[in-house]
């Protein structure tokens, strides 16, 4: 009887020891986690997290600038940035609005109608300006080397790459051109086509007359022309680049009516562009969530501003990011607070940049 009592008794005590010891387990799991998130937030804050900068497609130019920039921003500072690529600003923008994408490159006219929630975009209104980068000057429009299609008069009646979800700015630009020289959506045959890399790639196989016109050095631009061969249609019908400040100011603004901040401008001659033409130009810009810290944003900038030569060397577009051109004095979507502190520090904000700051970001109220 008395050894019983002894082993009951020697059980309870087993039993009080193996709960106190899960009891520990368990705060010390807690703590662990705590600590865990504690380092978590530590590491955010101090630039150690991972940034996704958003882009067009592997082969289309803003993927190999998103790469550029990426590089450069990893190797000089402490944050480090990882390329996603996607369908353009209409994939990734809706996660910038919710911050789940930090960083995004494109076209200004993009980031605008994004921002604003038009031409077929998501309302993005957490979006904000970082940097401006290069001008980016396009044609009418690309067709075939061996096309008859000489004009842009020429393309009525014929299959025209159409709707461009991933990309307003292509759909927009045939759309100014078309308009620029008395036609119209109605006058064509649309063809609906998802990216401006799978424009190109339908006049490989012969499924489009035209396309909208990438830049010589876009490398599916660069295999398409070496695969058929390829060639540019100016922008306006019978003018000529040495006649293009004649071009009436009525005949720009129904551009801009349709593409708001582009400039006419000459298209120089390089890869299948094969003389100087007529077209616009529009500038490409490096935009931030609201969500993410300004001193993520500063930091950033400070590294592009310091470190922009290694930039030239990436990529042609990449040439032209300096200093000298990356503030913006007439903002088309509200800069980051990380931006404006920047531009500040250097000298370059003023009253009349911080009104129009005010009034864009009622925009996105």
Known sequence: MGAILVSKKAVGILTLILMMIFVTACGGAKSDTETASTEKKNSSKSGNKVLSIGTTPVGVSYNSIGNG?????????????????????????????????????????DMVWAFKGENGYKRTENMRLVVRGNYLGVTGAAVRKNSNIKTIADLKGKRVAADYPGS?????????????????????????????????????????????????????????????????????????????TDIPQEKVDEITSVVPGVRLAVVKANGYIAEDGVGIEYPS?????????????????????????????????????????????????????????????KGLWNDEVEKIQQELLKQAE
Do not use: C
């Open 69 to 109: 920039l990426a590089k450069v921003i990893s190797t000089n500072s402490s944050l480090k940035v990882s390329v996603k690529p996607s369908n353009g600003v209409s994939a990734w923008g809706p996660q910038m609005n919710k911050g789940e994408i930090e960083l995004g490159v494109g076209s200004g006219p």
């Open 168 to 244: 307003a700015i292509a759909k927009m630009v045939l759309e100014a051109t078309l308009k620029a020289n008395g036609l119209s959506w109605d006058d064509v045959q649309k063809v609906p086509i998802p990216t401006t890399a799978a424009g190109i790639e339908a006049l490989q196989d012969n499924r489009v007359d035209a396309a909208f016109a990438l830049t010589p050095t876009t490398p599916i631009v660069q295999e398409v022309h070496n695969a058929v061969g390829l060639k540019s249609i100016n922008f306006i019908d019978d003018v000529k680049p040495e006649a293009i």
């Open 285 to 345: 810009q490096l935009v931030a969530a609201a969500q993410l810290s300004d001193e993520s944003v500063y930091e950033l900038m400070e590294t592009l501003w310091e470190n922009y030569k290694e930039l030239h060397p990436i990529h042609l577009w990449l040439k032209t990011w300096v200093p000298e051109t990356m503030f913006d004095p007439n903002p088309t979507i509200p800069y980051h607070p990380g931006a404006v502190k920047f531009f500040k520090d």
